[in-house]
């Protein structure tokens, strides 16, 4: 079993910038695909981007040339980073654990098994 913990929202300026960290422990992040979600209130939460065990990428269309996932195996911790923010992307930002094939980045919430408890950015215009 692996423990993730977020860290590195907060509140930030139209056009601003955070890189967000997903710490685990327990287990190495080398054998799980992870992924990054995002939920605000009354919403579902949804896909913002997610990295294989291979280092293989996918982000949603809505962050793309935006948002970047990658992540240090050697130190376990998967990072997003988050540039030219809109209050569209104010949420709590989750990263998630996956078992999944090699060269796999899951993008479905229900692929994945492990949480944390979320780090929320607020952008403020």
């Known amino acids: 079993q692996v423990q993730l913990v977020e860290s590195g929202g907060g509140l930030v300026q139209v056009g601003g910038s955070r890189t967000l960290s997903c710490a685990a422990s327990?287990?190495?992040?080398?054998?799980?695909?992870v992924g990054w979600f995002r939920q605000t209130p009354g919403k579902e939460r949804e896909f913002v981007a997610a990295?294989?065990?291979?280092?293989?990428?996918s982000h949603a269309d809505s962050v793309k040339g935006r948002f970047t996932i990658s992540k240090d195996v050697t130190n376990s911790i998967v990072y997003l980073q988050t540039t030219s923010l809109t209050p569209e992307d104010t949420g709590t930002y989750y990263c998630a654990a996956a078992m999944s094939s090699y060269n796999y980045a899951p993008t479905r919430k229900t692929d994945y098994k492990y949480w944390g408890q979320g780090t929320q950015i607020t952008v403020s215009s």
């Open positions: 990295i294989s065990r291979a280092g293989t990428t």
């Open positions: 327990g287990r190495t992040l080398s054998i799980y695909a």
